[in-house]
């Protein structure tokens, strides 16, 4: 089976304040077969520094309803190094979200490139804002 590559990405919430508006789209990009999730994990940080780790089946239902309709194989690939790593860069009251995806809708050039005997030499994500400024620039 051919694979695209795979990210992972760590959102940030401070004050705790995560509401759930990104699980909608997220279901999106994976019923379209644009993304397929790979892991999700949640950090919480309280006021007083104390932090916890939470997988998707942990959360408390009105916290996991959100993510109800994602299908995917959460597989808990986040090492407890990473974790921690993560959660002391956090700052205290605040929380993060840890997604890791597979970019389904490239496994096909993907694999075709192996077969092809090509091998990936560069591959760097430029940040949007970036890209608008250089377009406002060239503009």
């Known amino acids: ?38 892991d999700l994990t949640f950090i919480k940080k309280d006021a007083t520094g ?3 780790y939470l997988e998707l089946e942990a959360l408390e239902p009105d916290e996991a309803i959100v993510f109800r309709d994602i299908d995917g194989e959460i597989d808990g690939l986040f090492s ?10 956090l700052v ?3 929380s993060a979200a ?27 994500r430029i940040p949007a804002p970036v890209v608008e400024q250089a377009l406002e620039a060239a503009g």
């Open 1 to 38: 089976m051919d694979m695209g590559p795979v990210e992972y990405v760590v959102i940030a919430f401070p004050g705790n304040r995560f509401n759930g508006e990104i699980a909608p789209e997220l279901q999106r990009l994976v019923q379209n077969g644009t993304v397929r999730i790979l």
């Open 92 to 94: 205290p009251d605040s």
């Open 98 to 124: 840890l997604l890791i995806w597979e970019n389904s809708w490239a496994a096909a050039v993907a694999g075709a490139v192996r077969r092809a005997g090509g091998v990936l030499l560069e591959h760097e």
């Open 80 to 89: 407890e190094e990473d974790l921690a790593q993560i959660a002391e860069a």
């Open 50 to 52: 104390a932090v916890s």
